[in-house]
């Protein structure tokens, strides 16, 4: 690709990724803070926003550092926090071909967020698909880094009270997931993911729901993929 061809995918990537700034931005800045009130350097938050790049995770493991060595419980505790990567990498198998080298960035910075934008954005055909999902990700670690840096240099400073914004990526959700609703020419999917939702948060509460719930999805979905392949075509 051309340095044009690269500024254009870039150009067409930022937009998208704009509400996960102002997400970001602020849950990076308290992250830094938090750190910053169990001692630790600002190195250390940044180098684990570039490193970890775990959301909650990373919170969790400022306590662990804290605590008595033991690899093995956080090794189990780090895989119930973040095992909703495992189906979505099953759910991007497909995406990922053909992307080349990028493919070892797009596994090792996929989030919650990147992956909402790289699965459900309808590509231009005059933007590379492999760098358009390159530069998604790569941006939304930027911001993440960014605001952990801000709020870890200036933690003693900032006194803002921060209650609250986690809901910013709720809300985030929500607003892309009606998108997704509007541009769908069927609902199965969308039907299928709600009532595994409420039915998985019936049974296991809200704490343990997602992973049944995604597990449940997960199924529904391989089996009626052709169906729902099919029933497009026939609608287009």
């Not at 909650?56 to 008595?68: I, N």
């Not at 990147?114 to 358009?132: A, D, E, L, Q, Y």
């Not at 929500?174 to 998108?179: K, N, Q």
Request: glycine content about 8%; overall charge positive.
């Amino acid at each position: 690709m051309s340095f044009d061809d690269h500024l254009l995918t870039l150009k067409y990537a930022f937009p998208k990724t704009l509400p996960i700034l102002a997400g970001f931005a602020f849950l990076g800045i308290a992250y830094g803070v938090y750190m910053h009130s169990l001692g630790f350097q600002p190195i250390y938050a940044i180098l684990m926003s570039i490193l970890i790049f775990a959301g909650s995770m990373e919170f969790v493991a400022g306590s662990l550092l804290l605590g008595a060595f033991n690899p093995l419980s956080a090794f189990l505790l780090t895989l119930m926090i973040n095992a909703r990567h495992l189906f979505y990498g099953i759910s991007m198998l497909d995406k990922f071909k053909g992307s080349g080298k990028k493919k070892v960035y797009l596994i090792y910075g996929m989030c919650d967020e990147s992956f909402v934008i790289n699965n459900t954005s309808r590509i231009p055909t005059n933007i590379n698909k492999g760098w358009f999902m390159f530069y998604v990700t790569l941006l939304n670690q930027i911001y993440w880094v960014s605001g952990t840096t801000i709020g870890s240099l200036f933690g003693s400073m900032i006194t803002f009270n921060t209650d609250g914004l986690e809901f910013v990526m709720t809300a985030l959700f929500v607003v892309i997931f009606l998108d997704q609703w509007i541009k769908e020419r069927n609902h199965i999917s969308s039907v299928i993911g709600i009532a595994a939702s409420v039915l998985c948060l019936m049974i296991f509460g809200t704490e343990h729901f997602i992973i049944p719930a995604m597990l449940i999805i997960l199924i529904f979905l391989t089996f009626i993929k052709k169906f729902i392949t099919k029933n497009e075509v026939i609608s287009s």
